[in-house]
């Protein structure tokens, strides 16, 4: 008797346990959870009246000056020309990081030439930049274009090389022992292994193109979110500061699920349900 | 002569910080024989492997393969990982076919060629027991069938000489049974040279029609034995009293050349002491 109420039930792994498991529902109340706490947080901390609305206007000030904004101004306008700015820095990023990554991190001597040469820029501040690139390019869009570009190549060309190189050697070898080619390694090897990480590379560094939007706005700008934000600052405008960190906040989560629907719509042997 | 070696060396390293990988290497291996290397790590057996499939250079002596001095990995001679060769991007039959993408293969350009090689995939598939996954991709299959598709790949080109690394070293006991007599049933039927690498002595008799010993530090040729077993191996064969008595022997000098026994020694000394307290 009692050796049937010791073996009753096999212990479940606690809530706490280490990597333990938990249910989609569970997740999800979880995720709502830690969105709408800091909401509610935020609105009772504004409600309240301990803090002046010219340090934190409340959820549904911000909400009424996005509105105003969208009847008044031209926040689509500012969007999109932000959008721009972001994509084509970061597009020039791209088109340059990833052949020069790929080179990095298949050629020897280039890694020699060019790693440290990259690891040694890649640490001094874009916004550092600012004076030269005004000087260099002037103050139209080229400068605010170059200054998201200095963010995001260099750390970019590193990553990409990163990629390249951790493509198992195995894979490599096992083409040159069918005879292939150094151009058909490249070609039929190493870019499609190193495709999806090169995909998620590239939605990371979109990530830090848009950090580095309000930077670029600094320049002799008058459109873009970068510069509203800049603008709301020089009129106590706190709303609609929170307004646009919001937007931006918003078009990066847009952009990132994009990127994530890519991955999965490219790659589907990695997204296979076991 | 399909393979021949003389005074092969390998050294790793610029001097003085060197280490002499392979000494004196002298190695030949038949047209159409199934050779096993067989020792403990740090013998150089997968070196030496590399270096007959052009993935490394030696260092001294000459190696030939088919009467031509090796330069490089070519298409004579392919060859089988224990982990992560095949292209995941690939599902199976794209990977077995994989070849035929590279310019070495395209000498046949008539639609006679293209059925001819189809039809080779297809035999490949089915000799692996692979036609029922050919859609599948290589990450929904269990280590047993990914390497059946390696194998498969690298036969494809039809290689004079297959040269394997520890293929079914990941493998468990029972999937590496049934993945001997497949290999052993493929190599009746394509007659290829191959070299096979492990660690496992039994698997080393089994598959091999000479087994060569190799020793560490610095690696070499210990010794080779003839294994005295029908070319059709069976798996009863593994309990015969020649089977076992070649494997006592063999296992013998790995230990007697790896360092293994003086381990074995210090472990006596100090059970020895540990009595001697009580």
Redo the contacts between chains.
Sequence with gaps: MFAFVAAARPARPGFWSIRGPMSQRTYWVLAALGLIVPLAAWWVLSAQGWVSKVFLPGPVDVFHRALTWSMQDKPLADTSISVYRVTVGWLLSAVLAIPLGLLIGTLRPVQAVLEPLTDFIRYMPAVAFIPLVMLWIGIDEGSKIAIIFIGTFFQMVLMVAEDVRRV?A??I?????????RG?IVE??LL??A?PALLDTLRITMGWAWTYLVVAELVAANSGLGYAILKAQRFLQTDKIFAGIIIIGMIGLLIDQLFRWLHRKS????H?K? | MKIRTRKLGKIFGAAPRTVTALEQIDLEVFDNEFVTLVGASGCGKSTLLRII???DYHTSGDIAVSGKPVKG???D???V?Q???L???LNVIQNIK??R?????RRELTSADVEVASGRADALLNVMGLPNVADA????LSGGMQQRV?IA??LM?R?EVL?MDEPFGALDAQTREVMHDLILHVFNLERATIVFVTHDVEEAIYLGQRVVVMAPHPGRIDSVYDVPLPVRRTQDMKHTPAFLALKREIVGRIRETSGMKTDLEMLERLSGVEEREE
Excluded: D, I
């Design positions: 198992p195995t894979r070898e096992a083409a040159q022992t069918m005879g292939a080619t058909e039929l090897v499609p292994a495709k790659f589907p042997w990695m296979l076991r | 499939g052009g993935l990995s070519g298409a001679r392919a060859m990982f982990h992560y060769s292209y995941p991007w994989f070849c993408r590279l310019k070495v293969n991709w290589p990450n929904q390696a790949r690298a080109p290689p040269l």
